[in-house]
């Protein structure tokens, strides 16, 4: 156990548990040859990254996000796996099942991390240290997976203490958040990737705790109005709550081109199939999306996105795929610069679309289409019905 400061504070117990290497492991349990073997989960084209890196390929350099040809440069001896995204639901499932044994309290992240207030949940289960303890001895004997905890009496402090003590690891955080963060590098903030660290060293700003010490007025001259909500997180305040059963809160899709797309018809070809796919998930979870996002990475990996929100939500591919041109349209340069992954992320999802009181027919008819081209995939397959403008854009790449 690892102290971050002197004594506990006893009002909230906030755990972040983290899966070790999720996929990866997932990978290695379900196929014993890759125990111990450095082991990659990414696509295989030239264009691919890493999704995730065993603990066994991680002293050669590899990491996360990384393009799955450097990675394989730095470890030529990795085994690639493709993703299995339906395992990884299944096995989630599992891992949910079991943090929910010892709170209702429980709020997702992703497939492989959630927070947990187990603050009402001492007095039945003994201190939050313990409870992490028992959910890792739990997830390790019905799993045959590891995962790491950071307890703090709020989500930021132990979101950044699960980080360190991985694998399978716990790091409690004491009752003096903010002396905890203060020597923490730049980078540990939350929201601070490589370019804002940079721009944040370049001003002297190397901790943490140099961020806690500013005055709002200067920091938001570096950050922007962002820059309050930084000064309080750097001094250890964080009130939010952990919000349970919130549901998934978005579902997309993203793919990576072999060849930088330089027009935007091919785009859009792209964009129609993203759509086609995001929203047949919609679908099948019987829910609507209020928001949709467009992501586009261009060849120098420069990143831009574009949302909408809707008048009303939605669950058909024409609305999706007409919103989402629009933003296309909205986004200069991309003939020139050349685009290697296009996305498209639905959000704000919910099971109760506001009704209208005067509703559009063709709006109405285009969700009917949508629910009946899905019971004739669920009966003659996937590919069994698709748009004819995809099969032209297939045919024409083969």
């Keep these: 156990m690892n102290q971050g400061g002197g004594g506990r504070d006893e009002s909230r117990a906030i755990l972040h548990?983290?899966?070790?290497?999720?996929?990866?492991?997932?990978?290695?349990?379900?196929?014993?040859?890759?125990?111990?073997?450095?082991?990659?989960?990414?696509?295989?084209?030239?264009?691919?990254?890493?999704?995730?890196?065993?603990?066994?390929?991680?002293?050669?350099?590899?990491?996360?996000?990384?393009?799955?040809?450097?990675?394989?440069?730095?470890?030529?001896?990795?085994?690639?796996?493709v993703p299995r995204f339906g395992r990884y639901r299944e096995v989630s499932e599992a891992v949910f099942a079991i943090f929910r044994r010892y709170t209702p309290l429980v709020e997702g992240l992703s497939l492989d991390e959630a927070f947990l207030?187990?603050?009402?949940?001492?007095?039945?289960?003994?201190?939050?240290?313990?409870?992490?303890?028992?959910?890792?001895?739990?997830?390790?004997?019905?799993l045959g997976l590891g995962v790491s905890a950071g307890v703090a009496s709020c989500k930021f402090a132990a979101k950044?203490?699960?980080?360190?003590?991985?694998?399978?690891?716990?790091?409690?955080?004491?009752?003096?958040?903010?002396a905890f963060l203060a020597p923490l590098p730049v980078e540990k903030m939350w929201g601070v990737g490589e370019k804002t660290a940079a721009l944040l060293r370049r001003r002297g700003l190397r901790s943490i705790g140099d961020l806690a010490a500013l005055s709002p007025e200067?920091?938001?001259?570096?950050?922007?109005?962002?820059?309050?909500?930084?000064?309080?997180?750097?001094?250890?305040?964080?009130?939010?709550?952990?919000?349970?059963?919130?549901?998934?809160?978005?579902?997309?899709?993203?793919?990576?081109?072999?060849?930088?797309?330089?027009?935007?018809?091919?785009?859009?070809?792209?964009l129609l199939s993203q759509a086609e796919?995001?929203?047949?998930?919609?679908?099948?979870?019987?829910?609507?999306?209020?928001?949709?996002?467009?992501?586009?990475?261009?060849?120098d990996f420069a990143r831009v996105t574009r949302q909408r929100r809707l008048p009303l939500p939605v669950a058909d591919t024409s609305a999706v795929y007409r919103t989402a041109r629009e933003l296309l349209a909205a986004i200069p340069d991309v003939e020139t610069r050349g685009v290697r992954l296009t996305g498209i992320a639905l959000r704000e999802l919910g099971h109760h679309p506001t009704l209208s009181l005067f509703p559009e027919l063709?709006?109405?008819?285009?969700?009917?289409?949508?629910?009946?081209?899905?019971?004739?995939?669920?009966?003659?397959?996937?590919?069994?019905?698709?748009?004819?403008?995809i099969l032209r854009d297939d045919k024409a790449r083969n």
């Design 17 to 81: 548990m983290d899966m070790d290497a999720f996929y990866a492991s997932v990978e290695q349990l379900d196929e014993p040859r890759l125990r111990g073997k450095a082991v990659l989960v990414g696509g295989l084209s030239r264009r691919s990254v890493v999704a995730a890196a065993s603990y066994e390929a991680r002293p050669f350099g590899v990491r996360s996000a990384m393009s799955m040809v450097e990675a394989l440069r730095l470890c030529p001896s990795a085994i690639v796996k």
């Design 117 to 142: 207030d187990v603050s009402a949940s001492r007095q039945l289960f003994g201190p939050a240290e313990a409870i992490a303890r028992r959910i890792q001895a739990e997830i390790a004997s019905e």
């Design 160 to 178: 950044i203490a699960s980080d360190l003590k991985k694998p399978r690891g716990i790091f409690v955080v004491g009752a003096d958040v903010a």
């Design 218 to 270: 200067h920091l938001r001259a570096s950050l922007g109005m962002w820059g309050e909500v930084v000064i309080q997180l750097a001094r250890g305040i964080d009130p939010r709550e952990v919000l349970p059963d919130q549901g998934r809160k978005s579902i997309g899709v993203e793919d990576t081109f072999e060849d930088d797309l330089r027009e935007r018809a091919a785009l859009e070809r792209a």
């Design 277 to 299: 796919r995001v929203t047949r998930r919609l679908v099948q979870q019987g829910a609507w999306a209020s928001v949709v996002c467009v992501k586009l990475r261009y060849a």
């Design 362 to 389: 063709s709006r109405e008819r285009e969700q009917r289409l949508e629910k009946s081209l899905e019971s004739l995939r669920q009966r003659f397959g996937s590919h069994a019905v698709t748009r004819a403008s």
